[in-house]
T-cell receptor, first 113, second 114 residues
Framework: AQSVTQLDSHVSVSEGTPVLLRCNYSSSYSPSLFWYVQHPNKGLQLLLKYTSAATLVKGINGFEAEFKKSETSFHLTKPSAHMSDAAEYFCVVSDKGYSTLTFGKGTMLLVSP | KAGVTQTPRYLIKTRGQQVTLSCSPISGHRSVSWYQQTPGQGLQFLFEYFSETQRNKGNFPGRFSGRQFSNSRSEMNVSTLELGDSALYLC?????????????FGSGTRLTVV
């Protein structure tokens, strides 16, 4: 069975400061990992994905994530937050060979001016 | 390239009624999945269809059902609606998800049961 734990339900940053959203996963197999973002009243947009290639993954809008197998972590970072980054972020795991996504509970990112 | 289209965007239904939601995937995508999003339970997997066959099913009662047509469009149906079925229902499509192409989500259908 696979699972995802997002360690913070809310993260508050100031515009221009770094962003760190934490995610730990559990998987029986070599997992694929994703980060999705959801703006209010919108669907989910894929930020980036890890699929056993490079462990440092670059995504859209300046986000990146590092896969650390020894720590079973896949934390999302951005060097400098924008007001437009305020949204809910979901860490997602998918075991290889399967087509179901397991979502974390989400982290709400709040960005203040 | 058109994205994943879900209709309708909003629905209000009465307890005991049934509802059908529609999803048109990205052209060429043969896998369609459905997810329920609620504040309490978060995002939960309902089912996944590939080439008109249900391949995976989540832990939902039999009142929740779905199907996929030969053009890959999918519908989900919820019968005997309960207040707890109020949620955002998201559809996602993929070319071949088991090869990690990833999923593209629609904007969702917000169902309110009164």
């Amino acid at each position: 069975a696979q699972s995802v734990t997002q360690l913070d339900s809310h993260v508050s940053v100031s515009e221009g400061t770094p962003v760190l959203l934490r995610c730990n996963y559990s998987s029986s197999y070599s997992p694929s990992l994703f980060w999705y973002v959801q703006h209010p009243n919108k669907g989910l947009q894929l930020l980036l994905k890890y699929t056993s290639a490079a462990t440092l993954v670059k995504g859209i809008n300046g986000f990146e994530a590092e896969f650390k197998k020894s720590e079973t972590s896949f934390h999302l970072t951005k060097p400098s937050a924008h007001m437009s980054d305020a949204a809910e972020y979901f860490c997602v795991v998918s075991d290889k060979g399967y087509s179901t996504l397991t979502f974390g509970k989400g982290t709400m990112l709040l960005v203040s001016p | 390239k058109a994205g994943v289209t879900q209709t309708p965007r909003y629905l209000i239904k009465t307890r005991g009624q049934q509802v059908t939601l529609s999803c048109s995937p990205i052209s060429g995508h043969r896998s369609v999945s459905w997810y329920q999003q609620t504040p309490g339970q978060g995002l939960q997997f309902l089912f996944e269809y590939f080439s008109e066959t249900q391949r995976n099913k989540g832990n939902f009662p039999g009142r929740f059902s779905g199907r996929q047509f030969s053009n890959s469009r999918s519908e989900m149906n919820v019968s005997t609606l309960e207040l707890g079925d109020s949620a955002l229902y998201l559809c996602a499509s993929s070319f071949r998800p088991e090869e990690n192409y990833g999923y593209t989500f629609g904007s969702g259908t917000r169902l309110t049961v009164v």
